[in-house]
């Protein structure tokens, strides 16, 4: 029963994470040139290059999710994205007021997918997901059926009756 409880919480986490995500991936490939122009602005190099890999993280990285494949890279790409986002585009520090306040909002919810994006990469899909059934592998019914089986012990013969006779023990 808890292992069917965790692969469906496993399941809702990654739905509400592509959920968040998706919608600010959506946008910035609708308008990827604005969103090299907003990263030019704040002065990072190769603007063009950067808004077109986040793009692609952002709009693929959820679609993994949701699918439950590459939980690794995509984790892993969506850390990077939303780390360097917050960093290089929510300055709060350098602002005042009502700005700042949203600003820092902003900074903390890219951090927040950040860290949701961690316990992913370290927690896995679960069993409802399409990487699962590729691997051939499903989750266990039962905790009774997610104990490796033991082999049964067979009495072994004590060393001295091995031992070939005229051999010193």
Known sequence: MTARI???????GRLALAACVAPSGIAHA??????????AKQGLPFAPGLATAGVLIEV??????VLG???RLSATLLVLV?????LALHWFWSMGGAARQLEQVLFLTNLGLAAWSQFYF????????????????SAPSSP???QPKLKSAKPRAPKAALAPKGAAA
């Open 122 to 137: 370290v927690s896995g899909p679960g069993a409802w997901s399409l990487g699962r059934l590729w691997r051939g592998g």
């Open 82 to 86: 939303e780390v360097c986002s917050a």
């Open 69 to 71: 494949l590459a939980r």
């Open 6 to 12: 965790d692969t469906g919480a496993l399941l809702l």
């Open 30 to 39: 609708m308008n990827i040139s604005g969103f090299a122009a907003q990263l």
């Open 144 to 146: 009774k059926e997610a």
């Open 60 to 65: 693929f990285g959820p679609l993994a999710f």
